[in-house]
Nanobody
Framework: VQLQASGGGLVQAGGSLRLSCVAS????????MGWFRQAPGKEREFVAA?????GLTSEADSRFTISRDNAKNTVYLQMNSLKPEDTAVYYC????????????????WGQGTQVTVSS
């Protein structure tokens, strides 16, 4: 599975962004998908995850909403009320070990998209 994240950019505090992650292949529905982020000098941290059938989601912050469109092989992360501390590189990931915040349980990773929130 190859993952391509996009949608990052520069936004003012209080603004919104929607990230997208497109997956290759015809087995997208099999995979649980996650979003993680990593700020400079910090560990990569969990943001959100969604099951293959989209019936189960988990978000670390209520400002963020994860969704997916299996017909388009795409997972989304809607981010609202952004804060400067949300500045990070955001990564999408795919795995088949359930909806989890444990990054070690994801097998495939995208290249990341930079989100910068100015104050």
């Amino acid at each position: 599975v190859q993952l391509q994240a996009s949608g990052g950019g520069l936004v003012q505090a209080g603004g919104s962004l929607r990230l997208s992650c497109v997956a290759s292949g015809r087995t997208f529905r099999r995979y649980d998908m996650g979003w993680f982020r990593q700020a400079p000098g910090k560990e990569r941290e969990f943001v959100a995850a969604i099951s293959g059938g989209a019936g189960l989601t988990s978000e670390a912050d209520s400002r963020f909403t994860i969704s997916r469109d299996n017909a388009k092989n795409t997972v989304y992360l809607q981010m609202n009320s952004l804060k400067p501390e949300d500045t990070a590189v955001y990564y999408c990931a795919a795995g088949d070990k359930g909806v989890t915040s444990d990054r070690r349980r994801y097998d495939y990773w995208g290249q990341g998209t930079q989100v910068t929130v100015s104050s």
